[in-house]
């Protein structure tokens, strides 16, 4: 089993940062990716940002340039940069953890993120 504890969710005004963290503890020996998802109301999940347990990192189009992923190894953590917010930006953003020898994938509980214009 595998928990994930995601924390910095906040409201800011158009323009802003926020950094999320996501917290892995229990069985990560088996987690090989961790991914940013984000979902508004009416709307799906969808993947943001992801990053490997070798550093490769991906940013979907519409946040390239603007947030970055990043992960502590010895801190089972990692984090999103989010800067220059807009408020299509606002959603809850989920950490999720997965690997071929985990057995299954793992979601956080989620945090908000609002931005105001």
């Known amino acids: 089993q595998v928990q994930l504890v995601e924390s910095g969710g906040g409201s800011v005004q158009a323009g802003g940062s926020l950094r999320l963290s996501c917290a892995a503890s229990?069985?990560?020996?088996?987690?090989?990716?961790m991914e940013w998802y984000r979902q508004a109301p009416g709307r799906e999940r969808d993947l943001v940002a992801a990053?490997?347990?070798?550093?490769?990192?991906y940013h979907i189009d519409p946040v390239k340039g603007r947030f970055t992923i990043s992960g502590d190894h010895a801190k089972k953590t990692v984090y999103l940069q989010m800067d220059s917010l807009k408020p299509e930006d606002t959603a809850k953003y989920y950490c999720?953890?997965?690997?071929?020898?985990?057995?299954?994938?793992?979601w956080g509980q989620g945090t908000q993120v609002t931005v105001s214009s």
């Open positions: 229990g069985n990560t020996a088996c987690i090989t990716a």
């Open positions: 999720n953890a997965h690997g071929h020898t985990c057995d299954t994938d793992y």
């Open positions: 990053i490997t347990s070798t550093g490769n990192a």
